[in-house]
Each structure stands twice: as structure tokens, then as C-alpha cells.
T-cell receptor, first 116, second 114 residues
């Protein structure tokens, strides 16, 4: 089974609107972390936001917030007030436990295009 | 100061050649990774090292050989390059025992095999 599933290959949003990028995950480990990354056309991987499995509140970082629904195993990224510079690929990732060498599992990504 | 730096950024080479990509991190992290990003943007783990010890070795052709001389460096050597090796290779680092630490990525190396 896929550890991370992103079902939206491409999304469009009007500038200044909010957009939700979906992410579901699969793990039996009670301790895990969820991450979102942005990859603009220039290619670098930019960390956006983190949510821990034991965190009671949804994470927020500026215009980014994470809608964490543990029972549904979903960790959707919400971008408010979209800007043209938000056009990029967005990856959801998960890390299980805190063991040495544990990898980050990545989803297939969602390509977001912000329309002026 | 660049946290994770990998060189070169671009690498164009002919089939059959041997090439290396270097990676260094100055974050004091104990874990380093190599990921391959294919043309569809999928990020696939190749190797994971913790304190110079190989932890993860995914199904990668043995033409790919990572080397970690110390915990700040993880280099990737590729023998007998093939057309299918063309991709972007990312080095990353993190702190193993701190789960809320994100992976820090290098800028990527775009390898083109012709």
C-alpha cells in the first residue's frame, strides 16, 4: 500500500482565493510526522509545514495551514489568499517513528497553478 | 551558508561513463539520504545513512554506490551510466531521533545521459 496518497495531479485556483491540497497517509506506527514541501519550477524543495501525530491542534505557518484529521488519516494543506508565486508542485510526506535512518515517504505531488 | 549543498547542479554525460555527485551538510544532522526524482516528479528513496552507516538500500542497481566518509558527507557514484539514469538526484539530511525535524534538501543535480 502507498504510504502517502495525493489524488490531485493538478489544481487551479484564482489569485487571492483559498485552495486545499489533499493528502492521505497509511501507517500503523502511533508516532509519525507529516510534512508538506513546495517545489517551484526552479527545482528546489522548500519545507512548508509540519504536523506531529500527537499534536492536538492543526499546524499553521503564515498562509499555510494543515487540516489534520487523524481518524481519517488525512493531512490536507490549505493555502489561503493564493498568490501567483504559489504556483508550484506540492508534496506531502511522512516520517514514521524516530528511528535512525527512517526515510521520508513522499506522495506523487499536486501541481498547483494560480490564475491571475 | 548553504545547509545542504550538492555538486554539480547539472551533469551531462555519455552512456557508459562513470560519474559522482557530492553532498555535504553543515547542519550537524546524523542522517543523510539520496532521492531520485523522475520525469513525473516522483521522489523515490535510494539510500539512507545514519552516522556513516547504511540503513536503507532500496532496489537500486548496484551501479549506484553511495559513500559516506563522515556524517556530514554522502556522495553518490554511478558506474556505466544508462539513458534511464537521467533524472534529478536530491541529497537531503535530517536528525534521526527528532521526528519533527524536516528533511533539508540540496538544490538537486540534474543528470542527463546522452
Amino acid at each position: 500500500a502507498q504510504k502517502i496518497t495525493q489524488t490531485q495531479p493538478g489544481m487551479f485556483v484564482q489569485e487571492k482565493e483559498a485552495v486545499t491540497l489533499d493528502c492521505t497517509y497509511d501507517t500503523s506506527d502511533p508516532s509519525y510526522g507529516l510534512f508538506w514541501y513546495k517545489q517551484p519550477s526552479s527545482g528546489e524543495m522548500i519545507f512548508l509545514i509540519y504536523q506531529g501525530s500527537y499534536d492536538q491542534q492543526n499546524a499553521t505557518e503564515g498562509r499555510y495551514s494543515l487540516n489534520f484529521q487523524k481518524a481519517r488519516k488525512s493531512a490536507n494543506l490549505v493555502i489561503s489568499a493564493s498568490q501567483l508565486g504559489d504556483s508550484a508542485m506540492y508534496f506531502c510526506a511522512m516520517r514514521e517513528g524516530a528511528l535512525a535512518g527512517n526515510q521520508f515517504y513522499f506522495g506523487t505531488g499536486t501541481s498547483l497553478t494560480v490564475i491571475p | 551558508d548553504t545547509a545542504v549543498s550538492q555538486t554539480p547542479k547539472y551533469l551531462v554525460t555519455q552512456m557508459g561513463n562513470d560519474k559522482s555527485i557530492k553532498c555535504e551538510q553543515n547542519l550537524g544532522h546524523d542522517t543523510m539520504y539520496w532521492y531520485k526524482q523522475d520525469s513525473k516528479k516522483f521522489l523515490k528513496i535510494m539510500f539512507s545513512y545514519n552516522n556513516k552507516e547504511l540503513i536503507i538500500n532500496e532496489t537500486v542497481p548496484n551501479r549506484f554506490s553511495p559513500k559516506s566518509p563522515d556524517k556530514a558527507h554522502l556522495n553518490l557514484h554511478i558506474n556505466s551510466l544508462e539513458l534511464g539514469d537521467s533524472a534529478v538526484y536530491f541529497c537531503a539530511s535530517s536528525q534521526a531521533t527528532v521526528i519533527n525535524t524536516e528533511a533539508f534538501f540540496g538544490q538537486g543535480t540534474r543528470l542527463t545521459v546522452v
